[in-house]
């Protein structure tokens, strides 16, 4: 492999970027749902329930997708320069994230299934049950879908303030790598 093709990117590419926005938006309009589930009356639920359920399968999809290119295309070394602790708060927050997005939705339509409930989506898409009906694991599964959910609202605000700490305090690039507009070349696995 030549030096060359083995250089590490500056920026993300197109396509992680795109990933990256509609996830972004797509996780945000599911956490605004799910809190509106939960606050609203009986008829405006169904609705709220059906699009939650196929945005939550839609993210499942895009996240596995996005994690696939990730390790194929890799991603832009954090700066040399940030500390240690710093770096390990990044690695472990984006484990974290990935183990959410995929997580969060294969929970919730297990949660369904125990519960007894149709996993039918926007468009009239059924899903199979993923696991038996039980009372029990669908109670510890919505009590795991709704902590969880407040763990991804926290993590998510995590994310975008250290976002902004690294475009606006230490301006380092981290925050252009994911937001820039222009084409960042590919980067090797590993790198």
């Given at each position: 492999m030549s030096q060359e093709t083995r250089q590490v990117a500056s920026r993300f590419t197109l396509l992680?970027?795109?990933?990256?926005?509609?996830?972004?938006?797509?996780?945000?309009?599911?956490?605004?749902?799910?809190i509106a589930m939960v606050s609203i009356v009986v008829p405006a639920y169904v609705p709220l329930l059906a699009t939650h359920k196929t945005l939550g399968i839609a993210i499942l999809a895009l996240a596995v997708v996005?994690?696939?290119?990730?390790?194929?295309?890799g991603a832009p070394k954090l700066p040399a320069d940030l500390p240690v602790p710093m770096k390990l708060a990044a690695h472990l927050s984006h484990y974290a994230l990935y183990a959410l997005m995929i997580g969060m939705p294969l929970i919730?339509?297990?949660?369904?299934?125990?519960?007894?409930?149709?996993?039918?989506l926007l468009g009239g898409i059924?899903?199979?049950?993923?696991?038996?009906?039980?009372?029990?694991?669908?109670?510890?599964?919505?009590?795991?879908?709704?902590?969880?959910?407040?763990?991804?609202?926290?993590?998510?605000?995590?994310?975008?303030?250290?976002?902004?700490?690294h475009g606006l305090i230490r301006r380092d690039g981290v925050l252009e790598s994911m937001a820039s507009l222009r084409a960042g070349r590919g980067v090797s696995p590993g790198e």
């Open positions: 992680q970027r795109t990933l990256h926005w509609l996830m972004a938006v797509a996780i945000l309009a599911m956490l605004f749902i799910g996005r994690l696939a290119v990730r390790v194929f295309q919730g339509w297990a949660m369904l299934s125990a519960g007894g409930y149709p996993v039918v059924r899903l199979p049950a993923l696991v038996a009906q039980s009372d029990a694991l669908h109670t510890l599964l919505w009590n795991a879908h709704v902590y969880l959910a407040f763990a991804l609202f926290a993590l998510v605000l995590m994310h975008l303030a250290a976002a902004l700490f």
